[in-house]
Structures are given as C-alpha cells and as structure tokens.
C-alpha cells in the first residue's frame, strides 16, 4: 500500500507547486489566496477543469481554453517536480507537515530565482524560522564530523558571496537545509545541484557571463534526496 501512499502525497505536492506558481507570480501584486486563477494573456477567470495539476495542461494540450494562447511548459515541469518532492511526506504527521512547509518555501525560492534570478527573503522566511528553532534542537550535538561537513561549505559560500559569484539567498537555502535536516543532508544537495548544473553546461551552450539561476537546481537535489530517503 506504499504505492497508493506515495501517490496521493505526490497529487498533493502537485496541488501545492500549482498554487506556489500563483505565489510567485502575484507577490506583491495582487490577491493570490482568494481570487480565481485566470489566463496571464486575455485575463478571463479559469473553471476548475482548467485548474487540475498536469492533467489540465495536457487536455487542453497546452493552450489557454479561451484565448489559445500557449501555457509555458515550465508551469507543468514544476508541479511535476514539486509533486515528486512531496511523494514521501506524510501529511498525517506533525513533523512532516513541517517538512512540507519548509519544502514549499525552497520550491516559492526556486520558482522565483528561476523566473527573476532572485527572490524576495519573505518567501523563505517560514522555513528559515524553522530551521532555526530545529538547529536550537541539533546544533549542541553536533560531532566534529559535523562540524567539517558544514564550516567549509559555509565558508565557501561566504567567499564566493564576496567575490558576487553567488547571491546571499543561495546562502540562506544552504543554511535552512543545514539546519533544518543536516549538514551531510545539505552538502549531498548541494553536490547534486552541481552535478545537474554541469550537465546542464555539457548539453546547452551557455554563455559564460549569463547568470544561472542555482536554486531551482539545489531544489531538484533537495528532491532526488527526499525520493531516495
């Protein structure tokens, strides 16, 4: 019955990386928890057909039902992505919930560095509390393994902060995963996040002075992680 399990969190991760693009896009902006959702090109207001994660955009094969205008793919990859990053959370415990929380605060951080290469310190700052009232927990037991794991990445942060390589908000993420599960937990992201930028380097041309938004890529890590656990 693990199978049902994992699927039910999965259409509920969808359900949520749905509403974080809403998040992302109206921040600042507009009303994103009461209004109705509606088409960025002619503005009219969707029915809930057009609403359901994955499947809507696949029935009406990508375009908007009313003007025709084409829905932009990365809407679907990233309830998708954010589906898969719930599939292992169980909504029916405390704890979990909490790892949801902080889970949809990393995935509103990567939809935004995706979209603007940046994002706003509000969206992560849930998860960012949490991470420090979990590190108040774990942070006096750490060994000096630990210890080892965390000081030289965070140094390393610090330092290409410095040199404007990274923002301080790839910092903070760092951080919140440090904290919030474990440096080791955190580092492994991290090396995937990497991994998956190189390949993204290998297969697509990229300018050398054209800014790559890391977060989305440290999400897709904290993601392969979660699945693996």
Known sequence: ?????????FLIGTCLASHACVVVDRLGKEDFIFSRSKCNYCGCELCLLDEIP???YLFLKGRCRYCHSAIPIE??????????????????DKN??????????????????????AFDV?????????????????????????????LPILILFIYEIYRQKLGSGDLLIYLILSFYFQPEFANFTLLLASILILIKFISIQVEESEPIAFVPFIFLGLTIQLLSS
């Open 122 to 150: 509000i969206l992560i700052l849930p998860a960012l509390i949490l991470a420090l009232l979990q590190g108040s927990k774990t942070v006096p037991q750490y060994t000096i393994v630990d210890y080892f794991q965390l």
């Open 96 to 117: 979990n919930i909490l790892t949801a929380v902080v889970i949809f605060c990393l995935l509103l951080a990567a939809i935004s560095d995706y979209q603007k290469q």
């Open 54 to 56: 994955l499947i809507s």
């Open 1 to 9: 019955m693990d199978w049902l399990f994992n699927i039910c969190s």
């Open 75 to 92: 809407y679907w990859v990233i309830e998708f992505i954010g589906g898969s990053a719930y599939c292992t959370i169980n909504f029916a």
